[in-house]
């Protein structure tokens, strides 16, 4: 069984940077492409950045592209997302989520067949 835990998320200002992480076990974390999508309050949820299974490869959404960087240590089964200059639109709940096939095909919710529970982070203006 897959399983994903996030941690870091809490309450910040604006213009803070705050790092998320997520921990993956039952599978060979190498084999998971990962991404981290967020649901704000009211909303859908929404794809935040990808990377490829070995790393070399990330995807951003335009809203954090330049403020955010995901990255993975396979060593630690470990994959994370270093946000800065935060800002109040970026409150909501962050999940990690993991799939063998998902960086061939669209960053949607539907490439992903692991989640996790998630993170809060919220942002006070």
């Known amino acids: 069984q897959v399983q994903l835990v996030e941690a870091g998320g809490g309450l910040v200002q604006a213009g803070d940077s705050l790092r998320l992480s997520c921990v993956v076990s039952g599978r060979t974390f190498s084999s998971l492409a990962m991404g981290w999508f967020r649901q704000a309050p009211g909303k859908g949820r929404e794809f935040v950045a990808r990377i490829s299974m070995s790393g070399k490869r990330t995807e951003y959404a335009d809203s954090v592209k330049g403020r955010t960087t995901i990255s993975r240590d396979n060593a630690k089964n470990t994959v994370s997302l270093q946000m800065n200059s935060l800002k109040p639109e970026d409150t909501a709940v962050y999940c990690c989520?993991?799939?063998?096939?998902?960086?061939?095909?669209?960053?949607?919710?539907?490439?992903?067949?692991?989640w996790g529970q998630g993170t809060l982070v919220t942002v006070s203006s």
């Open positions: 989520a993991a799939d063998p096939a998902a960086w061939r095909v669209a960053p949607t919710e539907s490439s992903y067949s692991y």
